[in-house]
């Protein structure tokens, strides 16, 4: 059951985390460049897989119970970035990517730089925690598992 569990939570997370880091990091530019078709595509990937991406806690706390490393550090740690980047990406990324591609609806000659480095930025440190919390998994330093 284990290694069920456990190839469910990567799955999940690669088809529903990847997709939103690569979306979130290109909204900026392409907000930019005023390519709205493509903004509103980005947006929705973000929004979507966000939804999406609540497989993969929910799988990685199963896997971690059958394995018996819910008390380790390296998990603990890997929860708190998790919750961390969920923050980030509900709270800030989405609504700041929302309020941009409503202004370039509604009136496209509006100077929205400040806005876009802002998600850029966001989009960035959900990126990096995403990062940190992957070599975490793989690592797993001070893991009696093995790694």
């Keep these: 059951m284990t290694k069920f569990l456990l190839s469910v939570h990567v799955i999940a997370a690669i088809v529903a985390i990847g997709p939103v880091t690569v979306a979130a990091s290109m909204f900026p530019r392409a907000a930019k460049s005023s390519a709205l078709p493509v903004v509103r595509t980005l947006h929705r990937i973000c929004r979507v897989y966000a939804g999406l991406g609540v497989l993969v806690p929910v799988f ?3 896997t971690a119970l059958s394995m018996g490393v819910l008390g380790d550090a390296w998990l603990l740690v890997s ?3 998790t919750a961390v980047a969920a923050a980030v990406l509900i709270a800030a ?5 929302r309020r941009v591609l409503d202004t ?10 400040a806005q876009l480095r ?10 990096l925690l995403w990062a940190t919390v992957t070599v975490l ?3 797993r ?3 009696t598992t093995g790694a």
Aim: hydrophobic share 45%; glycine share 10%; charged share 15%.
């Design 104 to 113: 370039l609806e509604t009136t496209p000659d509006t100077d929205i730089t």
């Design 118 to 127: 802002r998600i850029a930025m966001t989009g960035g440190v959900f990126n």
């Design 79 to 81: 929860i708190a970035l």
């Design 93 to 97: 990324v989405l609504p700041d990517q």
């Design 141 to 143: 330093p001070g893991s």
């Design 60 to 62: 990685g706390l199963a």
């Design 137 to 139: 998994m793989i690592v």
